[in-house]
Nanobody
Framework: QVQLVESGGGLVQPGGSLRLSCAASGSIFSINTMGWYRQAPGKQRELVALISSGGTTNYADFVKGRFTISGDNAKNTVDLQMNSLKPEDTAVYYC????????????????WGQGTQVTVSS
């Protein structure tokens, strides 16, 4: 079994910062990509940022210049540093990973964390 466990959400004032962390554990052979998505009430889940095992990053336009994603391949972790937060960043943030479970199985399985609430409000 594989688990993704997130931490670091909370309440912050506009303009403030938060750092989200996610750790993957279990029967993991390799992780191709880790990332963060978010879902606000009444809206669809959307991509925030991704990082590949090689360090390539991809950001949604609405977070470019404000959020930074980083990963540690050895620890199977991914962090999201969020600066200059806006009320519209309020959402549940989900960690995501594409994981190979064994050397013999090339399938990349898609895993999600349980989500962590981020609220930006004065």
């Amino acid at each position: 079994q594989v688990q993704l466990v997130e931490s670091g959400g909370g309440l912050v004032q506009p303009g403030g910062s938060l750092r989200l962390s996610c750790a993957a554990s279990g029967s993991i052979f390799s992780i191709n990509t880790m990332g963060w998505y978010r879902q606000a009430p009444g809206k669809q889940r959307e991509l925030v940022a991704l990082i590949s095992s090689g360090g390539t990053t991809n950001y949604a336009d609405f977070v470019k210049g404000r959020f930074t994603i980083s990963g540690d391949n050895a620890k199977n972790t991914v962090d999201l540093q969020m600066n200059s937060l806006k009320p519209e960043d309020t959402a549940v943030y989900y960690c995501n990973a594409l994981i190979r479970l064994s050397r013999l199985d090339r399938t990349q399985y898609n895993y999600w964390g349980q989500g962590t609430q981020v609220t930006v409000s004065s």
